[in-house]
């Protein structure tokens, strides 16, 4: 499905499903060719568990990542893609050597991702990159009509508007990743009435039940312990200061066209009821499963058609309560935070974004306190040049002003 398709949801499906199924459907002879662009995070990790489960449907035909040559070097030997890409040129030079004896290209810097996915051969694209970098190789990907499985979320949040209008432009679907927005997804496919809202549900983190007292004194091991979902730790800080929810907040507003009015978050800390939306009448429709990221990864890979696997099943006979609560954005300011930015709009989200990287990576290295992070980004809000119909090129000039602003606004050590 189009992205634009998913922004009107009114359309026939029938009438529909070929221009649904067409661009990212591959002859039952040709095994689907994937580049993950991130293949060294835990969502990149995850996909290639996905791919290993089925040889006979999927290959990874590109793996990339940003620093860790040594893991993607061990991932390049056991799937052997046609090429790797290393972000950070410095480690090209002991990657190339790791991987001289196999016949896998090696290619290294920012403009290699981007024209890595270019290729002809390349069926799909997994952008599961972390932070602001996903923006420039996303567009390639798009501008080359490979269907996008979208699991950075920043891209959404930075360039919802550009994005939106290039997969209308080259006709590229993108596939949501994210759990909530693949439970959204799976939830209104084959409705023919639009959506009335969608519930976004949370997790609420490690600390849902911690006062602004305890908070004051919250460090970066007791953020990075999730309660329930084993990710990265950029995105599991962003959780913990619910920024996570109110980027995916944003990204639901572009992927389905909603107002931000129309999206209800709800913190549910049990993780089982993914998303749910809910139409005219009344009824609601919601996504269930266990908290396990395959389980969105191969629906996006293998879409419409549903794989077997070998993942957990939800056990119905041990789910005694499922507890649903409003948010506290008086403790967990980050999510109001984003839900100004999206009023807002223009390039409010991109600088949200850039001032949430700068304050996440100070938390992490012991330079900036918990909620600290919320102060800095909304000072950082403040005080950057707004631009209401920003272009790429704004996009670019924004995200280093945020940056610099915020890192200008953290305490000196």
């Not at 810097?109 to 694209?125: K, T």
Request: proline fraction near 6%; charged fraction near 20%; glycine fraction near 4%.
């Amino acid at each position: 499905m189009y992205v634009v398709a998913l922004s009107q949801p009114c359309r026939n499906p029938a009438a529909t499903q070929s221009q649904q199924t067409k661009p990212y459907m591959q002859s039952e002879k040709r095994k689907k060719q994937i580049a993950i662009l991130g293949s060294t995070g835990s969502i990149g990790t995850q996909a290639l568990q996905v791919i290993a489960e089925h040889p006979d449907r999927f290959e990874a035909r590109v793996l990339t990542a940003a620093n860790r040559w040594q893991l993607l070097a061990e991932q390049a030997r056991q799937f052997m893609p046609a090429a790797v890409v290393i972000a950070n040129e410095q480690h090209y030079e002991a990657l190339s050597t790791a991987l001289a004896d196999l016949p896998i290209a090696v290619y290294a810097g920012a403009e290699a991702l981007c024209q890595v996915v270019e290729s002809n051969e390349v069926d799909m694209v997994l952008t599961a990159m972390v932070g602001f970098a996903g923006l420039a190789p996303t567009i390639a990907a798009i501008r080359a009509r490979k269907p996008i499985a979208l699991a950075n979320k920043e891209t959404m949040v930075v360039a919802g508007e550009l994005i939106n209008r290039l997969c209308r432009q080259y006709e590229v679907p993108i596939l949501p990743v994210d759990s909530e927005h693949s439970a959204i997804f799976q939830s209104i496919m084959g409705e023919v009435s639009p959506i009335d809202k969608i519930i976004l549900t949370a997790s609420g983190g490690p600390f849902r039940t911690f006062t602004r007292e305890q908070l004051e004194s919250v460090t970066p091991e007791m953020a990075l312990r999730h309660p329930n979902w084993d990710m990265g730790a950029k995105i599991t800080i962003d959780s913990a200061t619910m920024m996570n929810k109110g980027f995916e907040v944003i990204e639901a507003k572009w992927l389905f066209g909603v107002e931000p009015s129309a999206i209800q978050v709800v913190v549910h800390p049990q993780s089982v009821v993914h998303s749910a939306v809910q139409f005219a009448d009344g009824a609601v429709k919601a996504q269930l499963g266990v908290p396990d990221m395959r389980v969105p990864i191969q629906f996006a890979f293998s879409f419409p058609e549903r794989l077997q696997s070998s993942f957990e099943r939800l056990d119905w006979f041990t789910m005694h309560d499922l507890t649903f609560e409003r948010p506290d954005t008086e403790r967990f300011r980050c999510l109001a935070l984003a839900y100004e930015a999206l009023h807002r709009g223009g390039n409010a989200p991109c600088i949200v974004n850039a001032a949430n990287e700068i304050v996440n990576r100070a938390f992490l290295e012991g330079r900036c306190r918990f909620l600290e992070m919320a102060d800095i980004i909304e000072k950082t809000l403040q005080k950057a040049t707004f631009v209401k119909q920003p272009a790429y090129e704004d996009y670019l000039e924004t995200d280093a002003e945020a940056r610099r602003l915020a890192a200008s606004l953290l305490s000196p050590q």
